[in-house]
């Protein structure tokens, strides 16, 4: 059974930093893509960013470029968002996924399965 536990979110000032994890089990975890999507109220689930199996190659929304990067320890299974010049509009709860496909650009929802309860991160202006 796949389990995956979001940790890291919180309230922070605009322009203050955060550093999500995801600790997976329940798969081989360097087999998988991993991917950050999150979902503001009101709003649809989106794409953040996500990594290849290898950890070579990461694909980035464009709203958080430059801001936030991802990575992931293949020995720990665990994924990681760190999120630099937070922004109110970063407002959401962010949840880790994995998937078997990678695209050149962009991380699709249908391309990942998100197994987690989330983390909230609130970014007060």
């Known amino acids: 059974q796949v389990q995956m536990v979001e940790s890291g979110g919180g309230l922070v000032q605009a322009g203050g930093s955060l550093r999500l994890s995801c600790t997976v089990s329940?798969?081989?975890?360097?087999?998988?893509?991993m991917g950050w999507f999150r979902q503001a109220p009101g709003k649809e689930r989106e794409g953040v960013s996500c990594?290849?199996?290898?950890?070579?190659?990461?694909n980035y929304a464009e709203s958080v470029k430059g801001r936030f990067t991802i990575s992931r320890d293949n020995a720990q299974n665990i994924l990681y968002l760190t999120m630099n010049s937070l922004k109110s509009e970063d407002t959401a709860m962010y949840y880790c996924?994995?998937?078997?496909?990678?695209?050149?650009?962009?991380?699709?929802?249908?391309?990942?399965?998100?197994r987690g309860q989330g983390t909230q991160v609130t970014v007060s202006s």
């Open positions: 329940g798969l081989t975890f360097d087999n998988y893509a």
């Open positions: 996924a994995y998937g078997t496909k990678w695209r050149t650009r962009g991380c699709a929802l249908d391309d990942f399965g998100i």
């Open positions: 990594i290849k199996w290898s950890g070579d190659r990461t």
